[in-house]
């Protein structure tokens, strides 16, 4: 499927766990920050076309785009098209900073494709929210930043220490997401260069589940409408 542009707006934080993180492309945006800088972790608020959405940030390499007025945005089903920060840096060698490969940590989890490391960053973007556990957070959170740094200098600065993330990084590609979410990159993503928006991963419901829920809702409505015209009769 194609990508489309939307506007994006990025709020704060939903819940108040860091992470301190060091990354050679944050160095470039900020020198002192070559020792760590401290950042909120997913999920964030966020509002795309109109619509409320969480968002989980999937580029260690950039920062947020405050504009209240929002910000254009690629939005690609499920990582498949070619404007994602990955593609463009793979596949095309257009981005700063540039590799033209995938990280270190994911080919050493056995990804092989960009639409494959989207999947498992969904997939980790879905544990993450999925639990409440501060330390968990930030493994999975530290996970998929390393996983998308494809400049391959991604590290926690203790504290906290959160161990070996390669066994999360695999069970990432084992269980890498086909469909169910989208990429939102920077429209002007080459243009701005290091200076671009961060890019996140918003979950969407399939199809079926939708209907699945509204059908579940419809069939709750005709309930409560039998009960009440039973007592109305009564």
């Known amino acids: 499927m194609a990508d489309t542009m939307g506007t994006l707006m990025v709020g704060g934080p939903v819940t108040g766990t860091t992470l301190t993180i060091a990354d050679s492309a944050l160095t470039q945006l900020n020198s002192g920050w070559a020792n760590g800088v401290t950042a909120y972790i997913d999920p964030y608020h966020g509002v795309l076309d109109g619509n409320s959405v969480l968002l989980f940030c999937v580029d260690p390499n950039h920062l947020d785009n405050n504009n209240p007025l929002g910000y254009q945005v ?21 981005v700063t900073p540039n590799s033209h490969i995938l990280s270190s940590a994911a080919t050493q989890a056995g990804f092989t494709s960009v639409s494959q490391l989207y999947g498992g960053l969904a997939w980790l973007s879905e544990q993450l929210q999925g639990t409440t556990n501060t330390v968990d957070r930030q493994k999975y959170q530290a996970a998929i930043w390393q996983l998308g740094d494809y400049t391959s200098t991604f590290t926690v600065v203790n504290p906290p220490y959160i161990g070996d993330l390669e066994g999360i990084e695999h069970d990432a ?8 979410f989208s990429v939102l990159t920077d429209a002007n993503e080459v243009a701005n260069g290091k200076n671009a928006g961060q890019e996140y991963i918003i979950l969407t419901p399939e199809p079926c589940t939708v209907l699945l829920f509204a059908s579940g809702v419809f069939g709750l409505f005709m309930l409560r409408r039998s009960q009440l015209a ?3 009769k009564a």
Request: no cysteine.
């Open 74 to 94: 690629s939005i690609s089903p499920n990582g498949t098209g070619s404007n994602t920060l990955q593609a463009l840096n793979y596949d095309h060698g257009t």
């Open 173 to 180: 590609m084992t269980n890498a997401l086909g469909s169910g």
């Open 230 to 232: 039973g007592i109305s």
